[in-house]
């Protein structure tokens, strides 16, 4: 065979398989994407130095001297709501949490406040089937607010409202009846690290230690997709 023909023949197998390598780059970067607004409630259960008997100073730096009592807020719902993006398997959800648990301590009782905002990453396996396994991590910034969780050296209380931030791990299930109504139950454990607390005495000061507090929660979301 002419060496022109061979070299018109290896031409045309290679102008192929660059036509097929692109065209099956460009499919693999076919992205469906979509929108979701989420909303429901997490059953959160908590252990950790939130004891409800044990207490800290504020660090020394604090303008005024007070002790911080550490309540215990042992179980609570949060009411929870998503904004979340979707792109095939994979999914970033920004959240926010609300909840008002009863708190107890040897020396005072009552109602908190519960608030956390954060970012969530979830890779959802058996994408695009209705029903999904997801996992993933997040980190969200927290507060727990006690409306008398401080006292004075003259006696006088004060609220006292813990800010921090820490990491979270999630394991979900989702079903999608159609295109755009589904539903999530998920587990997560979150990691709470509270330095930080505001009171009437000193506004915003840090604590002599770190506060930790561990939660678990059992959540369900029913999911709108757009």
Do not use: C
């Not at 904004?83 to 398997?89: E, G, I, M």
């Amino acid at each position: 065979m002419p060496n022109n023909i061979m070299n018109n023949i290896i031409i045309v197998r290679a102008a192929l398989a660059v036509a097929l390598f692109f065209s099956l780059t460009h499919a693999s970067e076919i992205w469906i994407k979509k929108y979701v607004i989420a909303a429901g409630i997490d059953f959160a259960i908590t252990k950790g130095d939130l004891d409800g008997i044990s207490g800290i100073k504020a660090s020394e730096k604090s303008e005024h001297p007070e002790r911080v009592i550490f309540p215990e807020v042992p179980f609570f719902m949060v009411y929870a709501f998503d904004a979340r993006a979707l792109a095939n398997a994979h999914s970033i959800a920004f959240n926010l949490g609300l909840g008002f648990p009863e708190y107890e301590h040897t020396e005072q009782a009552g109602d908190a406040r519960y608030w956390r905002f954060g970012l969530e990453y979830q890779y959802h396996f058996l994408w695009p089937e209705p029903f999904r396994i997801g996992t993933g991590l997040g980190y969200e910034f927290s507060s727990m607010r006690f409306p008398k969780g401080s006292v004075g050296d003259e006696g006088e209380w004060s609220y006292a409202n813990f800010t921090g931030n820490g990491p979270h791990a999630v394991v979900s299930a989702q079903y999608f009846f159609t295109e755009n109504i589904a539903l999530e139950g998920a587990i997560r454990y979150r990691l709470l690290h509270f330095n930080r607390v505001a009171t009437d005495l000193n506004d915003v000061s840090k604590l002599s230690d770190v506060v930790w507090q561990g939660m678990g929660e059992l959540g369900i979301r029913g999911m709108f997709v757009f």
